[in-house]
């Protein structure tokens, strides 16, 4: 905390293994008009590394709203990922891919509310805006093991959307978050 109203932080964080699926319809043509589907699943996980700076925008009855942004890296990682299809004239088709992993630039925006409890202790609620970049899985094996092109399948534009409750504690606690007292009044005569 620089002032009363302007701080800074640098965090890590591992965002644990969440599944993915999708489902896909398509029609397309190759010798002849065809039609099928494709169902995507795989798992995908972040270590995530921000500097995040904050705007304190006042405080009342000790509750003080807030904004903020930050900047830093994500290490997006795509793991089991199956693609298993069937077409009208083709027959079934299932595909693999390796765990890939690829580091992004993210960034994120803040908002929130934080209470101060003491002059040491603020509890906060805060919601977070995330945006981690691209995900890619391991180049697409079919079943029987074969594969003539590099083909990963990219998701595009991973976000999350965190509301985070935490607890602040300051070993220094500096100023506290209280208006300035006026003078005393003083009478003459």
């Not at 969440?18 to 995908?44: D, I, M, P, R």
């Not at 590394?49 to 705007?55: E, L, R, S, V």
């Not at 595909?95 to 509890?123: C, E, I, M, R």
Request: glycine letters at 12%; aromatic letters at 14%; one cysteine or more.
């Amino acid at each position: 905390r620089f002032n009363n109203w302007f701080r800074a932080d640098i965090t890590g964080e591992y965002r644990g293994s969440s599944t993915l699926n999708g489902y896909e319809v398509n029609t397309f043509t190759a010798g002849g008009l065809q039609s099928g589907f494709n169902k995507y699943t795989g798992n995908k996980s972040e270590w995530l590394i921000m500097a995040n700076a904050y705007a304190d925008l006042g405080t009342w009855w000790c509750i003080t709203p807030f904004i903020g942004a930050g900047i830093g890296t994500a290490r997006v990682t795509i793991a089991n990922f199956t693609d298993v299809g069937q077409t009208t004239n083709g027959g079934p088709s299932s595909a693999y891919a390796d765990t890939a992993s690829k580091w992004n630039f993210a960034w994120a925006v803040h908002a929130g509310l934080a209470y101060q409890v003491n002059p040491n202790v603020t509890l906060e609620l805060a919601y977070r805006y995330l945006n981690m970049g691209d995900g890619v899985t391991g180049d697409i094996v079919t079943y029987t093991g074969t594969n003539a092109i590099n083909n990963p399948t990219t998701f595009k534009g991973l976000t999350s959307h965190d509301v985070k409750l935490g607890v602040r504690w300051a070993i220094d606690p500096g100023p506290a978050y209280m208006p300035p007292m006026p003078p005393p009044l003083i009478r003459k005569g």
